[in-house]
């Protein structure tokens, strides 16, 4: 079955500390996307990549970092410089930038 | 700035009624939207979607309304039932600019 697949599903960092969010999708979309979501709020856009080695920084870039080597993979690396890290990360993938298909998220705690 | 929101952040219904879930948005350039759903650890999941030519869009127990000139949207839930309960939201795509705007959530909480 085609999907997207987040790992892992719950993350711990420690104080500067950085730490890489997996997410690859068999699904042969272009676009993919990282979303924060906190508590009580809805997704707000870290980055997203409409293409294979190219991405575009979101409204909450800073303190994240990505790569798109290949279209089925996007990995976001949260580092030091994210002073508020521990959030619930969800990627997204999408065809055409209508529909999107989600990951199940990964939960990431600062400790 | 461009927002998209939800008027209550929370919803309690009897098993059984009618749920409706109302969403504001800002940019009267959007041309399409929809609602999802998020049950609690998990990523959010499609329910319905229309487009700015549509009124209404009917799927299953499930009715998207969408209202051009005072710009909102609504996703009415018939005979909610308790797996529905879980955060809904509605996204405002935006295809040309690449990315799209949600609100931020309704928690929908279901009783027996």
């Known amino acids: 079955d085609g999907g997207i697949t987040q790992s892992p599903k719950y993350l711990f960092r420690k104080e500067g500390q950085n730490v890489t969010l997996s997410c690859e999708q068999n699904?042969?979309?272009?676009?993919m996307y990282w979303y924060r979501q906190d508590p009580g709020q809805g997704l707000r856009l870290i980055y997203y990549?409409?293409?294979?080695?190219?991405?575009q920084k979101g409204d909450i870039a800073e303190g994240y970092s990505v790569s798109r080597e290949k279209k089925e993979s996007f990995p976001l690396t949260v580092t030091s410089a994210q002073k508020n890290p521990t959030a619930f990360y969800l990627c997204?993938?999408?065809?055409?930038?209508?529909?999107?298909?989600f990951g199940s998220g990964t939960r990431l705690t600062v400790v | 700035g461009e927002s998209v929101g939800l008027h209550l952040p929370t919803l309690s219904v009897q098993e059984g009624d009618n749920s409706i879930i109302n969403c504001a948005y800002s940019?009267?350039?959007?041309?399409?939207f929809i609602w999802y759903k998020q049950e609690s650890g998990k990523g959010p999941q499609f329910i319905i979607d229309?487009?700015?030519?549509?009124d209404k869009r009917q799927g299953q127990r499930v009715t998207v309304l969408l209202n051009k000139t005072v710009k909102h949207l609504s996703l009415q839930i018939a005979a909610t039932q308790p797996g529905d309960s879980a955060v809904y939201f509605c996204?405002?795509?935006?295809?040309?600019?690449?990315?799209?705007?949600f609100g931020d959530g309704t928690t929908l909480t279901v009783k027996p």
């Open positions: 997204a993938s999408s065809p055409d930038s209508y529909g999107y298909t």
């Open positions: 699904l042969n979309h272009d676009a």
């Open positions: 990549s409409q293409i294979v080695n190219d991405f």
């Open positions: 940019n009267s350039a959007s041309d399409y």
């Open positions: 229309i487009r700015s030519n549509m």
């Open positions: 996204a405002e795509i935006r295809p040309n600019a690449g990315k799209s705007t």
